[in-house]
């Protein structure tokens, strides 16, 4: 079964742009969750998706958005890019099916904002 | 404001020792925990789940959970060079809850570094 994949693995962008990255989950995962990983701040949740809806979503501001498909795909937008954006940003998916809810992790996408 | 603790380390072990990693966790009612591994410069590769008391096995790994004192471990037998890595300890609420109950937080981490 092929893994969670995210698109695209690096980009590079200047201060003010924004940003659109992609997320396809493990076939048949629903669940969608976006992180953002820096140095300085560790692993920390942006928000996560579920059959569309936005279900849940982390202390960060309304530049960082998201959506979901109807085939389980995301993608998120940061707009307005900032330096302190720059960071690893991580796609998880999970089945979703209690009590094994496991979060499998992509290869990230590597944002560099100058 | 659910919390994950670890050892930030670095940790080092010889090689064919046994590495022990430690964490707590705030919220009493988190459900679902978690060991992932990352290499540096890849993703967090989910490596040991455990979901009740006790202790759980796979392979040279064993994940060991005690929900009355808000603490999970994981214990690596037989270090190789190849464990090198940060492991990071998450914790989750149960699927039924809401918020930030539900959302997988993470401890920051401890580095091992396995000797040959």
């Known amino acids: 079964k092929a893994g969670v994949t995210q698109t695209p693995r690096y980009l590079i962008k200047t201060r003010g742009q924004q940003v659109t990255l992609s997320c396809s989950p493990i076939?048949?995962?629903?669940?969608v969750s976006w992180y953002q990983q820096t140095p300085g701040q560790g692993l920390q949740f942006l928000f996560e998706y579920f059959s569309e809806t936005q279900r849940n979503k982390g202390n960060f501001p309304g530049r960082f958005s998201g959506r979901q498909f109807s085939n389980s795909r995301s993608e998120m937008n940061v707009s307005t890019l900032e330096l302190g954006d720059s960071a690893l940003y991580l796609c998880a998916s999970s089945l979703e099916v209690v009590p094994y809810n496991e979060q499998f992790f992509g290869p990230g996408t590597r944002l560099t904002v100058l | 404001q659910k919390e994950v603790e670890q050892n930030s380390g670095p940790l080092s072990v010889p090689e064919g020792a046994i590495a022990s990693l430690n964490c707590t966790y705030s919220?009493?009612?988190?459900?679902?925990f978690f060991w992932y591994r990352q290499y540096s410069g890849k993703s967090p590769e989910l490596i040991m789940s455990i979901y009740s008391n006790g202790d759980k096995e796979d392979g040279r790994f064993t994940a060991q959970l005690n929900k009355a004192s808000q603490y999970v471990s994981l214990l690596i037998r037989d270090s190789q060079p190849s464990d090198s890595a940060t492991y990071l300890c998450a914790v989750r609420g149960a699927l039924w809850s809401s918020g930030s109950a539900r959302q997988l937080t993470f401890g920051s981490g401890t580095q091992l570094t396995v000797l040959p």
């Open positions: 919220d009493r009612v988190s459900q679902s």
């Open positions: 076939s048949g995962h629903r669940s």
